[in-house]
């Protein structure tokens, strides 16, 4: 979601979702900062790819976390992803509400048999 804001891919998501709380799993700021400079773009985007992160919390790489996304997942996931979903375990157990905002149709599947909901994005 982050990526498609930022680069201004075929969907991009609703205005509205950044007045929303945001929390991420720290992974999340790589993996953007990783896709910019793949795509050569680190120097026409990086002010708008720290305001967009900036929105941001972050849930960090805590052990707890870590050793959660080396448990099984109801269906296969990418490692990537097992962080992620690992993350917002996390979040829930510490009595967040969370709901996933991602364009991934696997991941989604995957977070709904855990009962995560989805965003609309």
């Known amino acids: 979601m982050a990526l ?3 680069l201004a891919e075929d969907r991009e998501p609703p205005e509205e979702i950044w007045r929303e709380e945001l929390v991420s799993s ?10 910019v400079h793949a795509r050569d773009l680190g120097r026409s ?13 972050w849930v960090e790489m805590r052990p707890e976390v870590l050793r ?3 448990l099984p997942f109801p269906l296969p996931v990418r490692t990537l992803d097992a962080l992620h979903l690992a993350s917002m375990t996390f979040l829930r157990e510490h009595g967040y509400d969370v709901a996933l905002a991602t364009y991934d149709g696997r991941l989604a599947r995957v977070a709904e048999t855990m009962d995560i909901r989805l965003a609309a994005v």
Request: charged share 30%.
């Open 68 to 70: 959660r996304a080396t």
């Open 45 to 57: 985007h990086a002010d708008a790819v720290r305001l967009t992160l900036a929105r941001l919390s």
């Open 26 to 35: 720290r992974l999340l700021e790589h993996e953007v900062w990783t896709r």
């Open 4 to 6: 498609a804001h930022l």
